[in-house]
């Protein structure tokens, strides 16, 4: 006869069970099942005209598809960076990547790059002299991970627009980690610090 052997003892048997209950499995095919069905009414196309402008810390922006607008896709956010003439965003960092397109205008980007350690928590640290990245118009613009940045135009007489992408992915597994470091210049109103 055969004895199958057990990695596991009695007092992690005992362990195992507990008379807590739940339903949170429940909850989720519900969770699901209504998403689907909801899903089924999002908009799949935005117009021009349905597309929000907001007034931000980092300046003027429109919202060309964001969580907020009841769309069909559900792991990016994009706007459109409205930069007047000799202007420039605000300085923010955010965990997530960032990528931009440049639709007109001349300017450039300044990075901070930034350093980690991670032992018992994070600890982070940025350049202390930034990076400089020249753009143009068909230009794409890399920002890394949670790498500080601020857009300068650099045309004296006309706008810049600059088309945003950004993932809201990290944001879903808990590193919704997003600061506006400075406001944009005419934007001071709507800025609020980080805290340390």
Sequence with gaps: ?????????????????????????????????????????????????????ERTADGLIKHIINEGMNTTECCIDIYMQFLAANSATGTSRH????????????????????????????????????KTFEWGPGDFIYIPPYCA??????????????????SRMMKAIGFDWFDQLEPAEGFEDLWVPPED
């Design 1 to 53: 006869m055969t004895t199958e052997t057990s990695f596991v003892d009695q007092l992690e048997r005992q362990r195992a069970k507990t008379d807590i209950t739940a339903d949170f499995y429940a909850q989720a095919l519900e969770a699901s099942k209504q998403f689907r069905k909801d899903y089924q009414t999002r908009k799949k196309v935005v117009k021009s005209h349905e597309m929000p402008m």
């Design 95 to 130: 965990l997530s990547e960032e990528v931009a397109f440049v639709i007109e205008g001349t300017g450039y980007d300044l990075h901070w790059d930034v350093k980690f350690h991670c032992a018992d928590e994070f600890i982070w640290e940025w350049d202390t002299e930034p």
């Design 149 to 166: 940045h601020k857009r300068f135009n650099s045309d004296s007489d006309n706008e810049a627009r600059v088309v945003v992408v950004n």
